[in-house]
């Protein structure tokens, strides 16, 4: 079993910052790589950011220049600095895993969300 656990979401006024975080817990071998999503009500899940173990970075467009994705991989811990948060950033915020186990398979490991509302 492997389980992904986020903190760090709440209530924000446009403008404001937050940051997430997530950790990594059970039977992992390595983690390849880790990101956030986001789903907003009615929308599908979008990807947001990720970031490999060397460091390789990714981020949606909406996000460039506002969000920072980091992570320790000894924690196997990945973090999201939101700033100038706007009320399109409303959703609930996914960590994603690529998980490789001791048998030698990858897989993606889901956390079970965190919600992020953006309101005056």
């Known amino acids: 079993q492997v389980q992904l656990v986020e903190s760090g979401g709440g209530l924000v006024q446009p403008g404001g910052s937050l940051r997430l975080s997530c950790a990594a817990f059970g039977s992992i071998f390595r983690i390849n790589a880790m990101g956030w999503y986001r789903q907003a009500p009615g929308k599908q899940r979008e990807l947001v950011a990720t970031?490999?173990?060397?460091?390789?970075?990714n981020y949606a467009d909406s996000v460039k220049g506002r969000f920072t994705i980091s992570r320790n991989n000894a924690q196997m811990t990945v973090y999201l600095q939101m700033s100038s948060l706007k009320p399109e950033d409303t959703a609930v915020y996914y960590c994603?895993?690529?998980?490789?186990?001791?048998?030698?398979?990858?897989?993606?490991?889901w956390g079970q969300g965190t919600q992020v509302t953006v309101s005056s």
């Open positions: 994603n895993a690529l998980v490789r186990n001791g048998f030698g398979y990858v897989f993606n490991a």
């Open positions: 970031v490999t173990s060397d460091s390789d970075i």
